[in-house]
């Protein structure tokens, strides 16, 4: 099928190289010429694993082109996917002016039937307003061709993107006879085929139940490790081993053991923008959303945890004290930094007068750019943080470790090495990755999340 995706970001790059690998002719449209030549030239500009080959493979094959004339992308694609940002506005609502844009260009250049995907997370009744633009476009060259919208939200973690588009638990279509109707469902039915192969796995739905489900399901994630998060806190308090309630909540197949992470806190694109977006549209139907105020405020003050356990082990003065910190991005295998814990913990140490040693796999670029930003009105304290080149050089002469992401690389350390360069063996661990019992053989003081039970027999 032709395929046009609006938008090379993460979402449009992995859907648009993705739809390419099981054959359809993809035509990615971004109004960015500098991004465009890029990819063209077979440069990535997102770390996610696998999709530079896959780009690179497609492109040989001339099923995916990359191109800023935004008329040809709509001539192309029979479906034309909109997979722009919705960024935040001031108020915490999704930021809708990129995929009406788009929507206005499918409007004023289209000349046949059209399927409209919003691919984008949105709230609900966009799918609404994407209509009435390209109507509103279509008036005013008198034309009335006839089009569809649905609503295909997008689940794709990221680091395992490509796996979770080509083996998706789920897809989920919108597409009700308001929007489109018969025409678009069996256009989207025939494009959704190879991902359905063995098993049905699209749910089909009207569209605003289905732009309400993609907010509904990061919602649901993002309480359910905000609650972990604050059970960890009192689990600190009582001397409970969360870790052993994980296990014991998680063997119930009504609970099940995902996402039951306690740590640092959640960052990422989308946990922390869905869940002020879906908060935002409670407030607008005069719908107080209490639990995610709290699953907000949870995660706010759990990006701090690792910092008040530091402030409590060292004192409030951190002037002379200097750290080692492991992983910066939001979660491992990206190079994402977008409200990552990372981030909170540098303010927390850096204002105190501390001294830190970063390391991070991949996230260091995309680091020093945040940062630069972060601190753009107390310069002076990027002064203080040094980027390593591997883990072992940033423990050098640390008065402790501080691990933020949960890299596999961080997994199976050389405890003695840890020991030998720490100034004192003390780890703060903000993702749990050690037995405790384990560091107190190893004669490391540790200080997990939740962690501080009595050693059972
Ligand atoms: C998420 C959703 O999982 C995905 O379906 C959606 O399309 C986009 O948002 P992503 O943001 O890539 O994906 O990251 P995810 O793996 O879900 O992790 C989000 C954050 O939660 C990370 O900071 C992670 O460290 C944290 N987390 C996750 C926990 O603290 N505990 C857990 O148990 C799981």
Known sequence: MKVTIIGTGYVGLVTGACLAEVGNEVFCLDLDQHKVDLLNHGVIPIHEAGLEELVARNRASGRLI?????????????????????????????????????????????????VVVDKSTVPVGTAHRVREVILEQLAARGS?????????????????????????????IGCDETFGGQRARSMMKQLYLPFNRNRERTFWMDVRSAEFTKYAANAMLATRISFMNELANLADKVGVDIEAVRHGIGSDPRIGYSFLYAGCGYGGSCFPKDVQALRHTGAQYDHKMQILQAVAEVNERQKHVLGRKIIQRFGDDLGRRHFAIWGLAFKPNTDDMRYAPSRALLRQLLKRGASVAVYDPVATKEARRVLQEDFAEMPHLLEQIRFCDSALQALQDADALAIVT????????????????????????????????????????????????????
């Open 66 to 114: 990359f191109s800023s004339d935004i008329a040809a992308s709509v001539e192309h694609g029979d479906i034309q996917f909109i997979a722009v940002g919705t960024p935040p506005d001031k108020d915490g609502a999704a930021d809708l002016q990129y995929v009406f844009a788009a929507a206005r260009h499918i409007g004023k250049y289209m000349d046949g039937y059209k």
């Open 406 to 457: 949960e890299w596999k690389a961080f997994r199976s350390p050389d405890l003695n090495q840890i020991k030998n360069l720490l100034k004192e063996p003390v780890i703060f661990d903000g993702r749990n990755l050690f037995e405790p019992w384990a560091m107190a053989n190893a004669g490391i003081e540790y200080h997990g999340i939740g962690r501080t039970a009595i050693k059972h027999t």
């Open 144 to 172: 009335t061709i006839d089009f569809a919208v649905v609503s295909n939200p997008e689940f794709l973690k990221e680091g395992a993107a490509i796996e979770d588009f080509m083996r998706p638990d789920r897809i989920v």
